[in-house]
Every structure is written in C-alpha cells, then in structure tokens.
C-alpha cells in the first residue's frame, strides 16, 4: 500500500507521538488514517488508503525530517519517505481497535461550531498541564471555560454561525453508508 499522508494527518500522528508512556500509532486503511495515544483520537480521510489496516508506530513519523511523508508497505515493514530521506521501520503487530463505536449515539445536548484559529489562540494562553473544562448552552450562547492549575482561568467565546445543515456528524455517516 503507498499513501501520501496531508499536512493534518502528519499533525495527528505527531501529536499521538509526544506522550511516550502510552500506545500510540498511526494507522491506515479502508479510506482512513487515524491515530490515537490512549486519551485523544483524531481520524481523517484518505482514498490512498484502501484495504486492510497497517500501523504504523508514531514516533517514527515524529522523528522524520518536515515535509510531504509517503509511506509504502512491504510484508510487514513500512519505508516513511520524506523528499530524498527514507526510514525503514517494523509495522505494529496487532489491530486497531474499533474507533467507530468511540463517537457518541444519540442526540447531543448542544451543537457549536468554533473557529479553529480562537480555539488555537485560546488554548495557547493556557499552561500546558490542569484541565480545561467547557460548558456549553445552547448554540447561540458563549461557550464558557475554567482551567484549573495552580491558577484558575475563566472565560468565554463566541461560537460560529454556520449552516448546519451541511454538518454531518461521523455517526450520521455511518448510518448513511450502511444504507
């Protein structure tokens, strides 16, 4: 199999990558490349990535220089190539488990879109470590947050207005393709 992974997809795999003290990976197949380290999954589309699951360890993309990443597989092996530079390492013996059952059914209590750049602002005004709480209303209503550290942080933020009718959630999906 040989897939060309986004700019996004890299981020994902990097990200599952930094906490070492947990299974982290980055797999792809059936359409799909996600990644997951235990508390946090992220899963993208990609029509490269057909047929049976492969992982790949994380920190093997992490390592490997910035830029455009091409992974192909061989037997269990895979070569991650960036621009001139290859790196062989072992693909990951096991399954991915079954991250369609980790979304959530049934009608959520509230929908809101945030624009990723606030998001981005706000999240790097934090501390690193503490919990971030939200709260949400209704769609139409601030999103309030407090992130507890040595510190208490507190405010809020406006969510987007968008058309939510274009808005399918992965469940609904789903049950889309089923049919």
């Not at 060309?4 to 299974?23: F, M, T």
């Not at 049976?52 to 992974?71: N, R």
Request: with cysteine.
């Amino acid at each position: 199999m040989r897939v060309k992974l986004s700019k996004a997809q890299r981020l994902i795999a990097n990200g599952a990558a930094k906490e070492q003290d947990r299974l982290n990976c980055l797999a792809f197949g059936n359409g799909k490349v996600a990644a997951a380290d235990g508390f946090m999954m992220v899963v993208s589309d990609n029509q490269q990535a057909k047929g049976k699951t492969k992982l790949v360890p994380a920190d093997k993309i992490l390592k490997a220089p910035k830029g455009d990443m091409e992974i192909v597989t061989i037997g269990d092996k895979a070569i991650l190539t960036v621009g001139d530079e290859a790196t062989e390492t072992e693909l990951v013996d096991g399954t991915y488990p079954d991250y369609m059952s980790l979304f959530p059914e049934g009608l959520p209590m509230a929908e809101v879109a945030v624009s990723t750049k606030l998001l981005r602002q706000l999240l790097s005004c934090l501390p690193k470590e503490g919990t971030l709480f939200l709260r949400i209303g209704s769609p139409s209503s601030p999103v309030e947050f407090i992130h507890f550290d040595e510190e208490k942080i507190y405010g809020a933020f406006m969510p987007m207005s968008v058309g939510w009718a274009d808005v399918h959630w992965q469940k609904e999906n789903k049950k889309q393709e089923e049919k």
